[in-house]
C-alpha cells in the first residue's frame, strides 16, 4: 500500500537554527498538508500546498515556518528560526482529490529544540 | 467543520466489550465530512473510518462503525469486540471547509482496554 514517508524520524536542534522537515507524499496524489502535534495535544493544521501554491495557512504558520515541493516529489517544511515551543510531532499528509478519500499521514518527524 | 468536540479525555474498557467514543463537531457547510483517526503510543496517525455528510447508510470498516447523527451533529465511533491492540489516542476530525480542506482535529480520548 503507498505512503507518505517522513524524514528524519528524530531531530535534536539549537534554538535558533533553521530545520527541514521532508517528507515523500504519495505519487498520485494532489493536495499536501502538515500539521504539529506537541505532546499530549491535539493535532493542528498549519498549511496546505495545491498545485505549487500554498492554499490555507493557520495562524501558526507565520513568516518563520515555509513550504516547498522543489522536484515534483519531495515536500519540505522549513522553520528558519526555532524556538523552544516549536518542539512537537510534524506531520506530512496527502490526499488524491475530493475529502471523501483518506487523508494518508506520514508517521511523523519528532523535532526537539533545546 | 469549524469545530470538533470530544469531551471523554479517557476512557477504560474490558477486552471484548465495546465501546463508543464521542464526538460533535460544528458546522456551517450544507456538505462535509467526518473522519476518526488511531494514534498508537507508537505515534503514527491511522485512518479508521469516513462518513460523509450525504452518505445515506452509517459507514462501517470491519470492527469500526460510526453511528452519524446528523440532527445533533454527532459522529461517534463504535469499536465492536475491543482488543488489547486497540488501546491508543482516538481523534475524531473533519475538514476545514476552506478549498484545500485542511482536518481540524478534536482533543482527542485515550482508550484503555483492560484485560
Known amino acids: 500500500e503507498p505512503e507518505v514517508t517522513q524524514t528524519p524520524s528524530h531531530q535534536v536542534t539549537q534554538m535558533g537554527q533553521e530545520v527541514i522537515l521532508r517528507c515523500v507524499p504519495i505519487?498520485?496524489?494532489?493536495?499536501f498538508y502538515w500539521y504539529r502535534q506537541i505532546l499530549g495535544q491535539k493535532v493542528e493544521f498549519l498549511v496546505s500546498?495545491?498545485?505549487?501554491?500554498?492554499?490555507?495557512k493557520s495562524e501558526i504558520f507565520d513568516d518563520q515556518f515555509s513550504v516547498e515541493r522543489p522536484d515534483g516529489s519531495n515536500f519540505t517544511l522549513k522553520i528558519r528560526s526555532t524556538k523552544l515551543e516549536d518542539s512537537a510531532m510534524y506531520f506530512c499528509?496527502?490526499?488524491?482529490?475530493?475529502?471523501?478519500?483518506?487523508?494518508?499521514f506520514g508517521s511523523g518527524t519528532r523535532l526537539t529544540v533545546v | 467543520a469549524q469545530k470538533i468536540t470530544q469531551t471523554q479525555p479517557g476512557m477504560f474498557v474490558q477486552e471484548k466489550e465495546a465501546v463508543t467514543l464521542d464526538c460533535t463537531y460544528d458546522?456551517?457547510?450544507?456538505?462535509?465530512?467526518l473522519f476518526w483517526y488511531k494514534q498508537p503510543s507508537s505515534g503514527e496517525m491511522i485512518f479508521l473510518i469516513y462518513?460523509?455528510?450525504?452518505?445515506?447508510q452509517n459507514a462501517t470498516e470491519g470492527r469500526y462503525s460510526l453511528n452519524f447523527q446528523k440532527a445533533r451533529k454527532s459522529a461517534n465511533l463504535v469499536i465492536s469486540a475491543s482488543q488489547l491492540g486497540d488501546s491508543a489516542m482516538y481523534f475524531c476530525?473533519?475538514?476545514?471547509?476552506?478549498?484545500?480542506?485542511?482536518?481540524?482535529f478534536g482533543k482527542g480520548t485515550h482508550l484503555i482496554i483492560q484485560p
Open positions: 499528509a496527502s490526499r488524491w482529490a475530493g475529502t471523501g478519500n483518506g487523508y494518508t
Open positions: 505519487s498520485n496524489h494532489l493536495y
Open positions: 500546498f495545491y498545485n505549487n501554491e500554498i492554499s490555507e
Open positions: 458546522t456551517s457547510d450544507p456538505s462535509y465530512g
Open positions: 462518513q460523509g455528510s450525504y452518505d445515506q
Open positions: 476530525a473533519s475538514p476545514s471547509g476552506g478549498g484545500a480542506d485542511g482536518l481540524t
